[in-house]
């Protein structure tokens, strides 16, 4: 029984999280850890979550022409809307920001910013209907896109992947953070808006003559 | 006692009413969410032992595994819904059933 409860001693990874700390360009060790020293987990996760949105693609059936539905009429929502899009954008950007130093960073800002798409499209601003298709594709991979080719400047530079010098380490972190929050918002958000429209098979089933 | 050892045995109950849940629920949905709320058993274990002999911070490697992980728990509770959504509209199924 014992053995079943005991678990292993030794702290694990902090010091040497903590000895290494000054050179990855931020404060806060989590983000240290995830945009540095384990950068290559994070980049293959931002690939993770594009990959299940294509899945959901894949999956989801041929999805009716988008129409901006009657919801946007509704003068609550319309202020809901109004009141909480730049409240989301803000502390969005305040928590990427404050990743350096404190518990925030790129995925709680995506995951703000996501919720902003959600949002709109709830209350009938469908969001990809507006924006054209090719900038909706380069928002989705942009922060795949910029971590990966800069991964190989750097390995091009004689550096390993992901090994930034330290001087830029912090600006660095600081663009693929920008760069993968708004990734993550735009796959969140348009994971919700294909999940949440309706495609043909529906549209042909609620009619009767079928 | 001390307090990670609280959050390490909630994880555990956590993940067991999850896999009670996909074991014995039926309905697609069901299970789905069961299967993120073990998910959310395995975070809490995660970071409850990250937690355990904390020096001057807590280890820092698992938060940043959870954090990823929990994006990829959301993505992939999508796809799970997608699926269930796409075989619903195919067959008009809403759980798995072997008497036909």
């Known amino acids: 029984m014992e053995a079943v409860w005991k678990v292993p001693e030794g702290g694990g990874l902090t010091a040497a999280a903590e000895a290494l700390l000054p050179q990855s360009g931020v404060e806060h060790p989590v983000t240290a850890v995830l945009l540095n020293f384990r950068a290559y987990d994070t980049w293959l996760e931002l690939g993770v979550i594009l990959l299940g949105l294509l899945a959901i693609y894949a999956v989801g059936g041929i999805k009716r022409y988008p129409k901006q539905n009657e919801a946007g009429e509704d003068p609550l929502l319309r202020q809901v809307m109004l009141f909480f899009t730049p409240v989301l954008f803000l502390f969005g950007a305040f928590l990427l920001y404050f990743g350096k130093s404190g518990p925030g960073g790129a995925f709680q800002a995506g995951v703000l910013w996501g919720a902003i798409g959600i949002l709109l499209h709830l209350g009938g601003k469908l969001v990809f209907s507006v924006i054209p298709r090719s900038l909706g594709q380069l928002l989705l991979t942009i922060g795949l896109g910029f971590f990966l080719s800069l991964g190989f400047l750097l390995l091009a530079r004689g550096a390993a992947f992901f090994e930034y010098p330290p001087a830029y380490a912090g600006v660095l972190i600081l663009i693929i953070e920008t760069l993968a929050a708004i990734s993550i918002a735009t796959t969140l958000t348009a994971m919700f808006a294909n999940l949440n429209q309706e495609n043909k098979e529906e549209t042909n089933e609620s009619k009767p003559t079928n | ?100």
């Open chain 2, 1 to 100: 006692m001390e307090i990670y050892q609280i959050y390490s045995m909630t994880s555990a109950v956590l993940f067991v009413i999850g896999m009670g849940g996909v074991f014995m629920s039926k309905h697609f949905i069901k299970k789905i969410i069961a299967t993120i709320i073990m998910g959310g058993g395995v975070f809490l274990a995660f970071v409850s032992f990250a937690q355990r002999d904390a020096l001057s911070f807590a280890d820092p490697v698992p938060h940043a595994l959870v954090i990823t992980g929990i994006v990829v728990a959301v993505a992939s509770a999508a796809f799970a819904l997608a699926l269930a959504r796409r075989i619903f509209q195919l067959t008009g199924e809403e759980s798995f059933t072997n008497d036909k």
